[in-house]
């Protein structure tokens, strides 16, 4: 059952409540049952802590266990209270912080330690053997003893501590006890006691632990710790990142920051053995001293030492505690004599206790020893009585504890404990009369209150130190952790996030760091086995962050955190600073130490000290994907890491100054200085909530005064230049850093948070980020209360920064809000705490009074524009700035009294700068005053600090008007001709950033400060000053200060260091200079050059740009070959850079070689195409050069050389066949693999290669090499073939492809052994070598062998060559045409037969494809390939097609549109085609013969449209073929009519029929006759028949006697003729349809009975009724009467066809012969018909005469050639000839 209260059955409600069910039936059953119960529930984490706290029935168990709680020491080894104590004290320090109160999360840190140290104590207890019963004299109070005085507590004497431990057995581990807080006991009485007391500590601990399981509001935090995927607690995510999810669950990893509070304690060591209670604190310039004596002289050393143990334990003798100062001079100053004439001189002072209890309420003060230094007496001067009543300022209630002293230890002992005194209320400084000192020594009194530093001595000296650097005795430049004042440390032990404002020199980066540290610290002290605290140190600066992390690991280095060894201390952290001169910002990211990807930090990173350039990069190289399109183009702005050119395109102040503020419009820019709009525009809480990040111009207008006030009123001019600049940004792919951010948060909003979140975030100098930066950097952190800002607005002198903390704070705040209210609903928003910082530790008073006073006039004026803050104060008073005035030109120059007079040489020091304004005031100052010492612009000194500093005509340089500047006038008291600033606050608001950068300036000195000017424009901040007495003012006549201070080499060689760490490469070219270091003045140089270099990009012509580089780049090159180690590496490395930039590649390689970077040599020589020098740099350097990279380079020279066979490598590039064989088919390189192959003899395999790599050439020159293959031999016919169809597809002449590649396949063909190939493969290979040679006589016997082996597409191909040519047919005789149109029909036929396949591209009508040259590429995409002929189609055609696709070898289209595509065209070529030949055939004699030569053999018309032939050739085979060709014509234009069906064929078809019916029946009967006509001798036979039928049936329907009424009954009678000759069966049923048998014209309906004449013409050729024979006569005697219009010839047909069945019939009736047709002579023709000799019809004699009569008519008429006018002829008019044969005929 106990199974129940396991984790996994409690993940639900059902599972819950039969736990809790459970458990409530259990607690009833006695205590053996409980506690197996209690037991296994303490078996998993968090179990116990869950159940009880969501059990509402707990509190009989609660009562259970504590009534049973141990009383003795062995009992609670082995209880249940042990386990339980364990268990939940690691479930509390698990939960967040969050979740409680600062003092319970102090409380529940403090009883885990408590728990932790209890148990080993307990055990030692248990062991201990006393030597006997203590006396009440040696007993002590085990905790505090009261003193007799109210407010005092004494601590535990140092001897009777080291007399009770000897009594103790010498095995017990003493540090036990004392880790507890508690005293070894010498009794068993004592020992006893302890054990009760500690057992009832931890009972009450237990209390404490059950109290807050009764909270509901936890259970649910727990149930977070024991099922983190079941439910989450609170969660920190920003608002742009999506709610649902969490960027990283608090519960995946326990907390670090609840166990990081208690870490006051944890900066200090506890007092090394030998020394006493009082606590010495040892100042830099005595640690200095120590040092100095321990290599000078040892025996001086340990007096010293020696004397310092006497002092820390107390012995105050007269020898150790003479006072040094004056009875009056406030704050006592002792001296300790140690030698005759060395003095150790120290004061007795009152500082925080160390070692008081985190979770009390208040804090002790407690009495120390500060020690300041070693002197002899002649070093001891006059400086202490001022020490001591500069000290005394601090109130009377210190001073009065300064002097306090306990009651000696021993009546009448100089050995006195040190004092603890309560928290006394803080009591503000009061100012002492000034100070009597020189200047030296008020230099050195501020540098005892200010500069010193002072530690614990014990530091100094303890075990952990010597075992790593053995402290002074090894003489290491080693840091220690100084003591803080009660502000700093308040902002140290500050447990919520926190601002922490200070203007320059107050210490902000020192709190931050000390928090780093202590956090550090404390997590290591701990016995609880949690995570490592994360925390990162940000920063803009790298010289800042590396500075930072530097003193860091000295600290660390000092402290000697457990755990450590030498090694891992001497490898923790980047990189240390290197020696010489190297900027660390030209330092490679992989030697910072740190991963390229935020996701690969590891607990051992931390804590990070970084850029926020470097962190921005590193979460991007984890957000931004190349291969996410959504984000490509914001990963270009961070993935240029090995790109030097990357440098370029990121947007710099300096970049925006000189590459894109001189191409705005001079009306936009004038009278404004550099504005870098980004601020506001894209870096604004406001942009967030614009698209692209960037404020929109109406939104910029209408912000409010407060964001950027000094250009409240000019918004529009910024904004037309924000325009500007980002059109021109985005034209040179430039990126800010606005850029970068958006598009981090852009992605941030759609992906998780990359890796792990961290603990602590810190970030100094914040005014120099963007708000949006706030926002990234924020979503760092996962805890709320882990935010430490610092910064000082003051300093943001760039202009367009209008950044203040006022601002920061509040968008946070929104910032935590919405994450509050997304995510853990009810949780309580702690409100960062604010701190102020405003003691300068940099400069004196003097100078801080005065800095402070032009921030009062900015505050005044502009208050928006920066934070409020406390004044400023320096700790000692000193000179104040002195004011040079009155010197102007009228009077003799005040050159010479500041630089000296004409030829006299004055040099200021290292420690002393020259400030003008720009580049240009500082060149005219060097013309005037020559080489003279630092001259430096106020933009170019921040950051940096001197001793001394001469503001040089700042006023007069400035472009604010003297009517402007005297705005600060208001800030005089009675000053009434001041400005109105009300008035008009636009006029006055460049004094802003004027006063700003004047406080850049005052803020760089720490001792003197000069400002000269001889400006009207300087009086009213001279007069401003004086009022104030702020400024000494120096006119003509006083005595000029001497300015000028001489250094030595060394302290010109520091500085020139320091000014190269901030990259002022001029300045510290000077102070080299000075110190006659030629090589360092050359490395200056050489990064000055490379300044210049980056500066002209965008403003020089890029010849200049990479001559620049050049000569950076070999100035680079001559500093590495003088320098050695890291110097040299990083030299050559920029070197290589800078020849990158130059455009020179193989010099960069060359560099990189020297600089040790192979792998970037490498790939220089390869981008340089050097492949060789890339082969010997992978052959030399192969163990330096990462293996991707390494197998990357070697593929690449390999392909580089296997794809150029005529190139051969300096070194081998394979150890084997097989594997040169396996990487050439690897990465397809098939050319130099068929040419590896064919080495070998293996000729088929290179050349399928070859063909499969589209080398058809190759591969059939292979094939035929392999000449003992015969399967070869057919390939290699296959391919020629192959390439022939493709190269010479459909309508494509020989002329086009007639190029070298086809010479050498129509060559290689000519070698193929024929007797291996197929008959087919032979013609087809004819077949190609004729097209190519252009004889098409023989294609004809190719098309028909083809065409017969059915092969239609060679067939086709064979003919489209044949019929490409225009023919003239016109002049064809009858056999010839036969034989043409025979040709052309099977030409038409193919042509018809693709028009109809439904799917030509399927797989059976591959011939049709590769007759087009169509290629499928899927299954349903093909290619058209270029210069085919459907590609030429598609071009002529283009435009408008949309359903074809651009290809780099044609196009593609879809099965569908390729289809429509062939067809439509071969449709055209069809009736292109056709209509052509029918054209030539309508103007062709040979379908109509001439009459009058047939008859006469002469022909009198020029140009005789007919055939002239002879009657010898008039046969019955002649007459044949003349039909024939008719035919032939039909079925020919039937596949275009076929092919086009809504054509226009009527007018053709009719002039066709009725050529074929004047071939069928011409007019002379020598011309033959129907008789004659051999239906075997026609095309096609019946199946051609059928398309006449076809024809005939389709002219009746369009016959229209309206339409054609004057040929209609030539027309009618032709094709009535032709349909009952060809289709006498079908032809009634499709006449009788026809419209023209309906009706027609009124002059063919005959008087009387009204009847149609076009019946009876019928009825007489169907020859089916009685009257047929009647009817035909009764219709010509209609024509005849009516004189219709009708064709001679045709009309005479229709008689003799009337006639012939009257005559017939007439012969036939029994009646009249017994014997029909008997001796009867009859044309042949008349017998063709059958229906002729039916019986059943009337013959009318009477009508026969009546016709008779009218044939008698006609013939006279013809005879006279008179009334014949409705009678014509086809292609010919009547001439006698003619007429003769008519009425002859007649």
Known sequence: MLDLLSKDRIVDEAGLRAALYHLSTISSSGATALQATVEHMLSSPHVFAYIISVWDRREAMISQIMTDFPTKSQEYLASIARKMLDSLSMSFLALPAESFAADVSRNISRHRGFIEGALPVLCTLGTMKFTGTGSSEDEIDLFDVESDYGFIKRKVPQKMRKRNRLKVHTAIDTSLFVRLGVVVPLTSEAGASLSTHILAELKDVLSFYFSLLRRTELAGDIKALLLPNVGESAKDVAPEVSSTEDVVSSTKRPNAYPMVQPMKAALYFDNADGFGEWRILISTEASKNLREFRGADEKIFKIIVKKIKQLSNGHFSEDNHKRLNGPDAGIPIHEAKMTRDLRLVYQIDCVLDQDGEVGRSYINIEHVIKVYGIYTHAQLGRIWDALGSHLARKGREYRRRCIFRNRPVIFNDSVILPASFPPAELEPEFSGSPLDLSDKDMDRLHSLLVLEKYVTFSQLCSPPLLMFAKGLIANQDVQHVFILTPQEQKIVECTTSCYVLGRSGTGKTTTMLFKILGIQRAWEMSAVDMPKPRQIFVTKSRVLATKVEEYFTKLLESLALAGYTLEELAEMKAQSVQEGLVDLDDLPDSQMNIPMKYSELDDKHFPLFVTFDRLSKMIAADMLSKDVPETRDSAGLFFNVDDAEAHDSFVTYDVFANQYWPHFPQNLTKNLSNVLLSWIVKGSEHALACPEGVLDRPNYLRLPHRSNPNFANQRGILYDIFECYTKIKKQRRHHDVADRTHAVLKVLRSQRFPGQQIDYLYVDEAQDNLLIDALFLRQLCRNPDGLFWAGDTAQTISAGSSFRFDDLKAFLYRVEQQNTSVNSAGACLHQPTMFQLAINYRSHGGIVNCAHSVIELITKFWPNTIDNLRPERGVVDGLKPVFFTGWDKDTVRYEQFLFGASG???????????????????????????????????????????????????????????????????????????????????????????????????????????????????????????????????????????????????????????????????????????????????????????????????????????????????????????????????????????????????????????????????????????????????????????????????????????????????????????????????????????????????????????????????????????????????????????????????????????????????????????????????????????????????????????????????????????????????????????????????????????????????????????????????????????????????????????????????????????????????????????????????????????????????????????????????????????????????????????????????????????????????????????ADLDISLMPLRLDGMKVVKLWIRESFYSLDPFYTQAEFLTALMGITSLSFAFDRNDAPVYISRAKCTVSGPLELFRKGDNRYMVHDLLSSYQGATRSSISSGILYLLHVLDNRLYANLSVLCDCIEDICSAFVIKYRMDPDFNKFPLHDVVLPCSWLLLPHKFTAEKDTKLFLMGKLLDEIARLVEALRVEVGMEFLWLNHTRFTPILRNVFISRM
Not at 980 to 993: I, K, L, M, Q
Not at 1402 to 1430: A, K, M, N, Y
Request: hydrophobic share 35%.
């Open 904 to 1570: 006299s040489h004055i040099e200021f020091g290292a420690q002393q700068c020259i400030l003008v304004r720009d580049d240009a005031a500082r060149q005219k100052l060097r013309e005037q005053v020559g080489e003279i010492g630092l001259i430096m612009t106020l933009y170019e000194s921040k950051g940096l600090e001197f001793n001394d500093v001469l503001l040089y005509n700042f006023f007069e340089d400035s472009v604010i008007d003297l009517s402007r500047w005297r705005i600060v006038l208001n800030g005089v008291e009675g000053q009434e001709h001041a400005p109105n600033f009300d008035r008009d606050e636009t006029r006055y608001a460049g004094v802003c950033s004027e006063l700003k950068l004047l406080y850049v300036g005052i803020t760089r000195a720490r001792k003197n400060m000069w400002i000269v000017d001889k400006s009207d424009k300087s009086d009213p901040m001279r007069i401003f000053w004086t009022s104030r007495n702020q400024v000494q003012n120096c006119t003509p006549g006083t005595d000029v200060p001497h300015l000028a201070v001489s250094s030595t080499p060394e302290e010109w060689a520091s500085f020139g260091r320091s000014l190269f760490s901030h990259k002022r490469y001029s300045q510290a070219i000077h102070c080299f200079e000075r110190a006659n270091l030629r090589r360092e003045v050359n490395v200056c140089k050489a990064y000055q050059l490379r300044e210049v270099a980056r500066s002209s990009i965008g403003v020089a012509l890029l010849s200049d740009q990479k001559r620049a580089f050049n000569l950076a780049a070999d100035a680079f090159t001559d500093c590495g070959a003088t320098a050695t180690g890291n110097q040299k590496l990083q030299y050559y490395r920029n070197s290589a850079d800078c020849y990158i930039r130059a455009g020179d590649d193989i010099k960069a390689a060359e560099a990189y070689i020297n600089a040790e970077e192979f792998e970037q040599a490498a790939k220089r020589y390869r981008k340089a195409g050097r492949f060789d020098k890339t082969l010997h740099v992978l052959g030399g350097h192969s163990m330096n050069i990462p293996e991707e990279t390494k197998a990357e380079l070697w593929t690449v020279c390999r392909l580089f050389y296997c794809s150029r066979n005529n190139t051969k490598a300096p070194l081998p590039l394979f150890s084997t066949f097989d594997e040169e064989l396996e990487f050439l088919e690897d990465y397809d390189l098939d050319f130099a693999r068929a040419s590896l192959l064919e080495s070998h003899s293996r000729y088929y395999e290179a050349a399928e290669l070859h063909l499969s790599e589209n080398r058809p050439l190759e591969a059939v020159r292979a094939f035929i090499k392999d000449s003992d293959n015969g399967n070869s031999t057919i390939r290699a016919a296959e391919t020629i073939l192959e390439y022939f169809w493709r190269k010479c597809s459909f309508r494509i002449t020989a002329q086009t492809v007639a190029d070298e590649p086809m010479r050498h396949f129509i060559a290689l063909a000519d070698q193929l052994e024929t007797n291996k190939l197929t008959l087919v493969t032979r013609d087809l290979i004819s077949m190609f070598r004729t097209i190519l040679c252009g004889n098409h006589e023989p294609l004809k016997n190719l098309a028909l062998s083809l065409h017969g082996n059915n092969n239609q597409p060679a067939a086709l191909l064979c003919l489209d060559h044949i019929l490409s040519r225009t023919t003239d047919i016109r002049t064809f005789a009858v056999e010839e045409m036969q034989r043409f149109l025979q040709q052309f029909h099977a030409y038409a036929r193919l042509l018809y037969l693709i028009l109809t396949i439904p799917d030509p591209m399927d797989s059976e009508h591959r011939g049709i494809q590769r007759l087009f040259s169509i290629v499928q590429l899927s299954g349903d995409e093909f290619l058209i390939p270029d210069g085919t002929f459907l590609h030429n189609c598609v071009m002529e055609t283009r435009q408008g097609i949309t359903w074809v696709t651009e290809h780099p070898s044609g196009y593609t289209a879809s099965r569908r549109n390729v289809t429509q595509l062939l067809q439509g065209s071969i449709r055209t070529i069809l009736k292109d085609k056709v209509s052509e030949i029918d054209a030539m055939c309508c103007k062709s004699p040979v379908f109509s013969q001439c009459l009058p030569f047939l008859m006469s053999g002469v022909c009198r018309r020029d140009n005789c449209p007919q055939e002239h032939v002879t009657v010898s050739k008039l046969d019955r085979q002649y007459y044949n073929n003349r039909v024939a060709i008719h035919i032939w014509q039909i079925l020919i234009l039937q596949f275009m009519y076929s092919a086009h069906p809504y054509i226009e064929r009527r007018n053709s078809m009719r002039d066709w029929l009725k050529h074929l019916y004047e071939a069928i029946n011409p007019p002379f009967f020598i011309q033959g006759s129907p």
